[in-house]
Nanobody, 117 residues
Framework: QVQLVESGGGLVQPGGSLRLSCAAS????????MGWYRQVPGKQRELVAT????????YYAGSVKGRFTISRDNAKNTVYLEMNSLKPEDTAVYYC??????????WGQGTQVTVSS
């Protein structure tokens, strides 16, 4: 079974940076596009960044483009999200999953990112 474990979140001031990691178990990671999603209470998860299986192509939601960078290391079964110039509206729980269509059984616990003074 595939398991995804997110880490790296925390409390940061506006304008600060965080680097999130998603560690995947299983042997299919390198074969699939992956993405980072975020969710606030009472709202649906939104896809904010996607990376293809080989890392050759990326997609970003307009709200994060130019500030966030998604990358992956298939040898380590890990996908990363570098977040810069953070804004209060980036506050959310961040998750990773396949993208653009997430697999329901793959959701992990997520990692909380709070941007506040």
């Amino acid at each position: 079974q595939v398991q995804l474990v997110e880490s790296g979140g925390g409390l940061v001031q506006p304008g600060g940076s965080l680097r999130l990691s998603c560690a995947a178990s299983g042997s299919i990671f390198s074969r699939n596009a992956m993405g980072w999603y975020r969710q606030v209470p009472g709202k649906q998860r939104e896809l904010v960044a996607t990376i293809t299986s080989s890392g050759g192509n990326t997609y970003y939601a307009g709200s994060v483009k130019g500030r966030f960078t998604i990358s992956r290391d298939n040898a380590k079964n890990t996908v990363y999200l570098e977040m810069n110039s953070l804004k209060p509206e980036d506050t959310a729980v961040y998750y990773c999953n396949r993208a653009p269509m997430a697999v329901a059984g793959y959701w992990g616990q997520g990692t909380q990112v709070t941007v506040s003074s």
